[in-house]
């Protein structure tokens, strides 16, 4: 295995994925601290080693370290790794800004699109840190296996090659293998509206039907978002790698997903709110839908997957009338 550049990592969110890579970056040789909002969950986390409700059966080694103190996380990181629902993105960075240090990298793995601006959360952090080297982490990850260390492929995108080829360096180990990319925003594109198209592969498997159906989710679902991404100004065969497809995949297929999952809830007549609270955990796919519909309105692209979901979470159509509305459109070519 390549050598790496040992130092301290700060790890900005406790919850599954975040446990995931710290037990990761721990193994790497790196100093470790986890940053989570409340005084109790630190003392929670450090006396369990990890996060039991949200990531069980997996220990974290001693050495790593968990403060709600941003100024103790931070301080002396050469990197910091935001973990955190992309609703809270914004509020966080404005509180890690007094305590990076400089020349530090920050590495993104929030998935979403931040409903107010239409901004990707790359472009968030970039606002309320004023322009640091943004690395965006994202790919087929579940937490659940990283957390194990079963093998996963992941994509490390920035603007700065230099940037990303670091990321690169400190996140690679025999289980877990970085790209590096550029296109930024088709990255944050794929990871952000695969959870939408997800949750309507949930629907439909919670509506009973089979694999033919959900193939056609996703091979329909990697359609729009690949039409997005070529009007937002992404290259297309962005969508065809980790971040398109791999990530699509495995969010419509896994009962790892929470996505999929509520989909499945709502399927089965849960409404949005019952089957948020169910999963017990933050469905990224709600807090995405109406910025992916937005996204197509405003560069007129034809979404009918996407449009489908928001009036299932948000307009109060049944998920069945919305499936046949989506099988009885009009005829038209591939």
Do not use: H, P, W, Y
């Given at each position: 295995m390549m050598s790496k550049k040992k130092g301290k990592i700060g790890i900005i969110g406790a919850g599954s994925f975040g446990i995931a890579l710290a037990r990761l970056l721990s193994s790497n040789g790196f100093d470790v601290a986890v940053w989570t909002r409340s005084a109790e969950n630190a003392r929670k986390f450090a006396e369990a080693h990890g996060n039991p409700e949200k990531l069980p059966g997996v220990i974290l080694p001693a050495s790593v370290q968990f403060s709600c103190s941003m100024e103790e996380v931070l301080s002396d990181a050469l990197l910091s790794v935001i973990v955190l629902p992309s609703v809270h993105v914004r509020e966080t960075a404005r509180l890690m800004r007094p305590f990076l240090k400089p020349g530090a990298l920050v590495t993104d793995c929030?998935?979403?699109?931040?409903?107010?601006?239409?901004?990707?959360?790359?472009?968030?952090?970039k606002e309320e840190l004023d322009d640091p080297s943004v690395v965006v982490l994202s790919g087929p990850s579940h937490a659940e296996e990283v957390g194990l260390g079963m093998p996963t492929a992941i994509v490390a995108a920035s603007d700065d090659p230099a940037a990303a080829e670091e990321v690169q360096e400190i996140f690679m180990s025999p289980s877990f293998r970085v790209y590096t990319g550029g296109d930024v925003h088709g990255v944050e594109l794929g990871g952000a509206l695969k959870n939408v198209i997800a949750l309507a592969s949930g629907v439909a498997d919670g509506l009973g039907y089979g694999d033919n159906t959900k193939a056609a989710m996703i091979t329909r679902g990697i359609a729009e978002i690949g039409r997005l991404g070529a009007a937002m100004g992404s290259e297309i065969t962005t969508f065809a790698g980790l971040t398109g497809i791999g990530d699509l995949i495995v969010t419509c297929t896994s009962m790892h997903s929470r996505n999929r999952?509520?989909?499945?809830?709502?399927?089965?007549?849960?409404?949005?709110?019952?089957?948020c609270a169910e999963i017990h955990m933050v469905v990224e796919g709600v807090n995405s839908a109406r910025a992916a519909y937005l996204l197509s309105q405003k560069y007129k692209v034809s979404m009918p997957i996407i449009t489908a979901v928001n009036e299932v979470l948000f307009f109060g159509k049944k998920p069945a009338d919305a499936v046949a509305e989506l099988m009885l459109r009009d005829k038209k070519a591939e």
């Open positions: 929030a998935k979403g699109i931040e409903e107010s601006s239409l901004l990707f959360l790359s472009d968030v952090i999952r509520a989909g499945i809830l709502i399927g089965q007549g849960m409404s949005v709110e019952e089957a």
